[in-house]
C-alpha cells in the first residue's frame, strides 16, 4: 500500500468517527522556545490544556515533524529527522476503550495489518501511579476478537515511566503541581524476518534496539494531574494520538527499510543513478544515501517553510543539515565515474554536492505532490538556497580536509584548531573524522574550548 493510501485511509476513518480534519502546522512552531514542531501533539498543547479547538473535541490531521536530536541516528533502517505524523485528538470526549478499539481496527482491517504481528505496552505502574490494568484489559479483549490470547509477556508488555508515561516535564516525579501527565500505550510491528542481536540483551522484546520490533502508533491518555501529595484524576481526561507514517507504510508492506518505501525511494533512485553507487545490505555507501536522503528532505521542507541556512537557532541546524550532505557526498568511494551536466560520463569529481543535491527537489516534490502542504512552493528558490549554501561551504571543505589529511591521530588539541581556523562546528569535525575511523572526544574537544576562552579572558586584563 502506497503512503498516499495509508494517509488517506487514516483521515477517512477518523472523520468518519466525527473527527474534523485539521491542516499540519508550520515545521517552525509559533512557540519561541522550541526551534521545530516534532511531534503532532505540539500544535494541540493549548487544547489539550483546556482552550477550546474551534473545530470542535475530536481532530485527525497529519502533522510535518522534524527532530534535530535525531540527525546522527540517521543511517541505519528506521531512524530518520523529518517524518509525517498522524494524530488523533480528544479533547474531553472518547477516552481509553473507543480510542484503543479505533486503533485496532484501523490497523487490523483498514490497513490490513496481522494481528498476530502486533504486540503492544502499557504503563506498569509506580509507587504514586497504578498500573495501568484498563489498558491491559482493553487490548486483551481486542486481541480475542482475532483469535489471540494476550498474555502479559507475550503480547502485552508492561514498562516504566521512562516509557509508557507521558509528561512535558523529565518524570512524573519531577513535575510541577498542577501539571497533568499520564500513561500511554504503543504499538509494534513484528518483522519477524529479523533475528535479535544478543548485543541488544538477552531477550528481544518490543523496545528492544535490534529493529525487530518497529513502533508505529502511540495512544497517550492525558488521565492525571500532579497534585503535592501525588496524583489526582483529571475531570476532563484527553487522548493524543501519533503515529509515524513512514512507519505504518513500511509496516504494511513488510519492509524492515524505511527508505525503501515510496516516500524515499525516488530520492534514493535518483542518488544511485548520479552517484553510480549501490544501495543495499553490505554496501558501504548504504547509511550514507539513508542519511543523503533524509537531510535533503528535511532541509528542502525546512527551507518551504522559511529558514535560510545562518549560524543560529534553526538556521544553522539547515546548515548543519546540507554541509553533513556534502561531507557524507564527498566520503562515497572515491574513482567510480559520474555524469557530467551533459549527461556523460566522466571520472572527474563531477558529483560536487551543489550540483547532485539541488536536483533532489524534484523527487521530493513528486512524493508530496498530494498533500494540502505540497501543492505549490517556490521550488526554484529552495534549489538555489541549497546550491549556494553549498558552493559556500565548498572551499571550505577543501581546505579543512586537507588539514585533516595531515592529522594522524585526532585530539581535543587539533579538532580544536580546527574549529577555530576554518569555522567546522563539532558535529561536522566529528563527522569528518568517522569518515577516517577515528572518533573525537566531546569532552577533550570542550576542554580546550574552556582553555581558550580563558586565555582570551586573562588576554582583554593585559
Ligand atoms: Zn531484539
Sequence with gaps: ??????????????????????????????????????????????????????QGKRIVNSQKCFRSQDIMEVGDNRHTTFFEMLGNWSF??????????????????????????????AFEGNGQIPKDRET????????????????????????????NWWTRADSPESMPEGEPGGPDSEVFYLFDQITHDPKFGKKCHPNCDCGRFLEIANSVFMQYQKKDKGFIELPQKNVDFGGGLERLVAACQNQPDIFKIDLFWPIIEKLKEDLRVEYGDGQNSTASLRV????????????????????????????????????????LPQGRPARSADGSLNDSRAWEANDILPKLVDPIIDIYQETDYFQTGDWDQIRQTIAEEL??????????????????KVTGKNAFDLYQSYGFPFELIEELFLEKGQKVSREEFDKEFKKHQELSHQGSFL
Excluded at 484489559?137 to 521512562?162: P, S
Aim: a positive charge; glycine letters at 6%.
Design 1 to 54: 500500500m502506497k503512503s498516499s493510501k495509508v494517509r488517506q485511509k487514516y483521515f477517512d476513518f477518523f472523520t468518519k468517527k466525527g473527527h474534523k480534519l485539521t491542516p499540519s502546522s508550520s515545521i517552525i512552531p509559533s512557540d519561541p522556545t522550541t526551534l521545530f514542531t516534532s511531534a503532532g501533539m505540539q500544535p494541540m498543547i493549548p487544547y489539550l490544556l483546556g482552550e477550546a479547538h474551534p
Design 92 to 121: 474531553g470526549d472518547y477516552f481509553k476503550k473507543e480510542q484503543l478499539g479505533w486503533v485496532f481496527e484501523f490497523l487490523t482491517k483498514d490497513l490490513g495489518l496481522d494481528p498476530n504481528k502486533l504486540y503492544v505496552t
Design 136 to 163: 491491559v484489559e482493553i487490548w486483551q479483549e481486542l486481541f480475542k476478537t482475532a483469535g489471540i490470547e494476550a498474555k502479559l509477556n507475550e503480547r502485552i508488555f508492561l514498562y516504566g515511566a521512562a516509557k
Design 292 to 331: 543523503i536522503a533524509d537531510h535533503i528532505k528535511a532541509a528542502t521542507f525546512l527551507i518551504k517553510d522559511g529558514v535560510t541556512p545562518s549560524n543560529k537557532m534553526q538556521g544553522y541546524v539547515l546548515r548543519r543539515l546540507l554541509r553533513r550532505c556534502a561531507v557524507k557526498i564527498h566520503a
Design 391 to 408: 558552493i559556500k561551504f565548498k572551499q571550505t571543505l577543501k581546505r579543512g580536509l586537507r588539514q585533516i589529511k595531515k592529522i594522524d
